[in-house]
């Protein structure tokens, strides 16, 4: 293999198409099965502190992203995303673009294995790290939103070819993707309810791990957390006099 095609000969070529190009229905799968391992493994593995369990799917995650950028025919995920929309019709998208982006995935885990894998050198900003991981996989596999791919644009300042979603080409919308006055209310709602419930779900619940905790910390301004440690100072000095008595 020369360098020139190991660079410009990646991906399939389909009768049609004036590119090589990948399976993105496969990709989409592929991003699905990783982000719901990759939030099983942060409640789990890092959680719970089950490090093995963790070491294994970082590792299996780095090794994937390997056969993505050199050959994504061995990709373990995209032939486990193969085989779920195999009877699909496929959607064919620039193949390019989509290793450069699989690039950037392979490059942030690196750091993910070293901290561990290699050794386990754990904190709540290398956590969210992962979280960045998994954020960017669930975009993809959720909203075919692909921002490697918007950064590849950016980078070489040329439409690449066959986005996600078409999402390259200037068009304008169809009817059933605007928003009427009542949806976008709506649609307000239900986000201002998901950040309300989440700052709740943090303030009011005890939490069980430094991660919990280094959120619940963060979401509190300084005056909550200072009555939030007289409060539980107080609590315990009453049961300890309760006791006594």
Request: glycine share 6%; proline share 4%.
């Given at each position: 293999m020369t360098l020139k095609s190991f660079l410009w000969d990646y991906g399939e070529v389909?009768?049609?198409?004036?590119?090589?190009?990948?399976?993105?229905?496969?990709?989409?799968?592929?991003?699905?099965?990783?982000?719901?391992?990759g939030t099983i493994i942060i409640f789990v593995g890092i959680?719970?502190?089950?490090?093995?369990?963790?070491?294994?799917?970082?590792?299996?995650?780095?090794?994937?992203?390997?056969?993505?950028?050199?050959?994504?025919?061995?990709?373990?995920?995209?032939?486990?995303?193969?085989?779920?929309?195999?009877?699909?019709?496929?959607?064919?998208?620039?193949?390019?673009?989509?290793?450069?982006?699989?690039?950037?995935?392979?490059?942030?885990?690196?750091?993910m294995v070293y901290w561990f894998v290699l050794q386990w050198d754990i904190t709540f900003y290398k956590v969210l790290i992962c979280v960045l991981c998994i954020s960017l996989m669930f975009l993809?596999?959720?909203?075919?939103?692909?921002?490697?791919?918007?950064?590849?644009?950016?980078?070489?300042?040329?439409?690449?070819?066959?986005?996600?979603?078409?999402?390259?080409e200037i068009r304008k919308k169809d009817p059933i993707q605007m928003f009427n006055p009542l949806q976008k209310g709506i649609v307000a709602l239900a986000i201002t309810g998901i950040f309300v419930g989440t700052y709740f779900f943090l303030v009011k619940t005890e939490s069980k791990t430094f991660f919990g905790v280094f959120l619940h910390d963060t979401v509190l301004t300084k005056a909550q957390l200072v009555k939030e440690k007289e409060d539980a100072f107080q609590k315990a000095a009453d049961k300890e006099f309760a006791d006594d008595d």
């Amino acid at each position: 293999m020369t360098l020139k095609s190991f660079l410009w000969d990646y991906g399939e070529v389909v009768p049609g198409y004036d590119i090589r190009v990948i399976n993105e229905r496969e990709a989409r799968a592929a991003a699905g099965i990783l982000a719901m391992l990759g939030t099983i493994i942060i409640f789990v593995g890092i959680g719970f502190n089950h490090i093995m369990v963790a070491r294994i799917y970082i590792g299996f995650l780095w090794f994937d992203f390997v056969a993505r950028v050199f050959n994504p025919s061995y990709s373990p995920s995209l032939l486990l995303g193969r085989m779920f929309v195999r009877n699909q019709t496929p959607e064919y998208v620039g193949a390019l673009q989509k290793r450069f982006a699989w690039t950037i995935g392979w490059a942030i885990s690196f750091p993910m294995v070293y901290w561990f894998v290699l050794q386990w050198d754990i904190t709540f900003y290398k956590v969210l790290i992962c979280v960045l991981c998994i954020s960017l996989m669930f975009l993809e596999s959720a909203f075919s939103i692909c921002l490697g791919c918007m950064i590849y644009k950016a980078i070489f300042k040329d439409n690449p070819q066959l986005c996600p979603g078409g999402a390259c080409e200037i068009r304008k919308k169809d009817p059933i993707q605007m928003f009427n006055p009542l949806q976008k209310g709506i649609v307000a709602l239900a986000i201002t309810g998901i950040f309300v419930g989440t700052y709740f779900f943090l303030v009011k619940t005890e939490s069980k791990t430094f991660f919990g905790v280094f959120l619940h910390d963060t979401v509190l301004t300084k005056a909550q957390l200072v009555k939030e440690k007289e409060d539980a100072f107080q609590k315990a000095a009453d049961k300890e006099f309760a006791d006594d008595d």
